[in-house]
């Protein structure tokens, strides 16, 4: 059995957490912790891996403190930066296990989300055209999403790797309907009362069409994801800092 | 047996109607004529209805000529203003047929592009949020399509006769890919090799969407469209100047 | 204001029928009731609409009960035959506003999902060809979907009426993998956890396909239809039993 | 410049070859040969690659005639067995260059059909769920479409090696809309007036779905995946009998 810890298990994504560690087969939770409460309870006698789902400004400090604590670290929230990212790095190689402590981090845990964009990337070089389309609810303040940003930009670098050029586009006249323009890939975004977060990526030739679509309806679409993490820290996964649910798909 | 006769037969779209009219098993292939050939061949004694495919600098004048010559008309040749419109309703009143005759001008042959256009107006006022995403080869040199802009203006009347307000959207920072806003509809363009001509409405409400699709294939696609304009105005269609697919349509 | 008592209150869809209510700027929560609670506390003088959600073995009971009362009733549960219908008829009929009160019931107030059926039967006689797919959670125990026979159903009753034979269809070898047939339509069924409710329909013609899709992401799905047949009974609905959200939708 | 010859050159799929050999910067046509013609004119004197594209019954004694004078085959004929792929193995054993001639046989040239195929495999074993959906035109006569079979198969076969057990499912009455099961996923096929070859994947979690759509809209869909088999044979393609278009593609 997996000793699981939650940190924010009374945030949103959080009790979520809390919840799909409890129907897990091979896992147990140890300690739920939310704001305010003592994370120095956390350690390797009661728990093997801690989920930490708090909020940006809280986060860091988190990671930092846990991983002195020696136990490991598969980190949900968001707004890391490389900064961030290197404090970490830092973090486990002064902490208690130097060579062995591990720490995930990934902007997205939603298994489809992950796919999408590496089948995306790695069948951009055989299609002439590519476009995105990412559609969510409309209380969404910032477009398009970053993980559509994130699959123009590798779109377009595995173009560049191949050395192909700009996209044809006979487009003479428009007034703002074919969206915008990141790395020369064109991304639409959707904003709809219903629609949780979903993204398509179309890519064409000649006569033939290649969909990709990833559709994440709730938050629990993250917790397969989360789930993955945890099993990988427990078990195989290489010491140190690892970014990217892709890291642990067989790809 | 309806007699047609075409007008751009060695036109693109001229050549498929040539070959579905005798393809039709109600209909013959009166005369095929095209660019230099002598359009006074054309009369009710060897013509029951003309369907002019040709271009939008000749149309106009092929139109008031035929009408002169006492034949009913399909016009599938674009570029009609209502100035050009009002010409070709004074042409059939000043005609040989002042009561009796009947011209018929569509911007859109597609069964289902219209259909789809059509639906999407009906289902408007019941839904809080819709967005158009249209869909073209990347030759087309205009973005949006005329029938994207269609819908999302008609779609804009239908809400505002309803009284309802404008559309949840919490956008704060987009680089552009929340595409053109036309009467405060968020309308979407792609360009991908491969395609044709596609249009997609999505309307969505809390826990609901309901996507309204049209595909043309290829130009073959109009052509169920411009046999049905012919056997209405063959039949049972009103005198005089009708305009849109949509008025031969039960709907 | 539209003073609403839900009956079935603790019930899934009767807890979300509550909600619905108190967040609906013209309406206000009566009473709210639920297995073991008295009825007759419903009475016009508190109440205008009551809306039941419950299980099919209590159902009937609860709307003769309210008709008896004097009130008009929204029925959302399921499981009505055209022999419970009639008996709400004579209910109606013997109570104490006869020639006024009102009931509705229907088998899904999904807006999305009744307008996709009535927008498929529309367009049916304008397509050579016409399929059904239904998408569902795996744990649904019948195959296909009632919402789906039912469109299957319609489609093949509005080609009849317009004198269409059968569809094209050279297929010679299959094991099973057309689906099934439904007045000549046919229908496939998905099941696919993470999915809710999902219903495509496919037409075509030579080069051109019109595709209606309705998504019910989740059971809030039902609640702008809930709403919209209180509004109406309390506002212009006609006196007597209603069957169908159709019916108060303008098509 | 690779010089191309093409045998088979009247047919359907030879035309749309010789058009896109003369279209491709990097090719030129040398012989164009069909039914009648002399093979033997096709040397290593005159020609790098040839691409056949004829009939199953004349495909394997044309094959074999080409190995036997000396150049290199991309075969797009289909109905290749086990056996016959035998028959070309010996005949380049026992060639003019047997360590060095290179024949390519695939079952689909659609690039974006084999990458949806590949994708689907690789996305299988991370979700509960998978069924497959193939639609094509109405004349075709086999249900479901082999592409479809194929990927069912692999679908079930990764299943298997992650040791996943059966899909969940439900469902208790079905007059056969849950389709064909095969390896125990579930295959639909749709026949539809309009559509051509396309075939959709999807794949589910709890609160997420990952699709995979591959549209071929017409013949051409072939021509971009038989111009990389050319260049792959002129340039890098290791010797012998390979199968597959997947075998050139990086994945």
């Known amino acids: ?14 009790g979520h957490v809390v919840e799909a560690v409890r129907g897990a087969a091979d896992m147990e939770l140890a300690l739920a912790l939310d704001a305010g409460d003592d994370l120095t ?13 708090t909020v940006p400004s809280a986060s860091l400090g988190n990671v930092l403190a846990l ?30 296990r130097p060579g062995g402590q591990k720490v995930f981090v990934a902007p997205n845990f939603a298994i489809s989300a992950v796919l999408a964009d590496h089948f995306a990337v ?33 779109i377009a670098a595995a173009r560049r790797a191949a050395g192909m050029g700009p996209m044809p586009d006979a487009t003479q006249t428009d007034g703002g309907s074919r969206g915008q ?5 064109h ?14 990526v179309l890519l ?22 989360v789930l993955l993490a945890v099993r990988r820290l427990a078990a ?11 890291s642990f798909l067989d790809l």
């Open 67 to 96: 991983v002195a604590q020696g136990v490991d670290v598969v980190v949900g929230t968001t707004g890391w930066t490389e900064e961030r990212l290197e404090q970490v790095r830092q973090a486990i190689a002064a902490g208690p």
């Open 41 to 53: 309870l956390i350690s390797p006698e009661n728990t093997d891996v801690v989920v930490e789902f």
């Open 122 to 154: 790695q069948a951009a070089k055989y299609f002439e055209s590519a476009e995105v389309i990412e559609m969510h609810h409309p209380d969404k303040v910032d477009a398009p999403s970053g993980t559509a940003l994130h699959t123009a930009r590798a």
């Open 187 to 200: 991304v639409h975004a959707v904003r709809l009362r219903g629609l949780n977060a979903h993204e398509e």
């Open 236 to 246: 195989d996964a290489p010491a140190g800092l690892t970014v990217g649910l892709d």
């Open 1 to 14: 059995m997996i000793r699981v810890s939650v940190v924010g298990a009374k945030g949103r994504m959080g």
């Open 181 to 185: 323009v990141v790395d020369g890939v």
């Open 204 to 225: 064409g030739n000649a006569g033939e069409q290649l969909v990709i679509r990833a559709d994440s309806f709730d938050r629990g679409s993250f917790m397969p994801g």
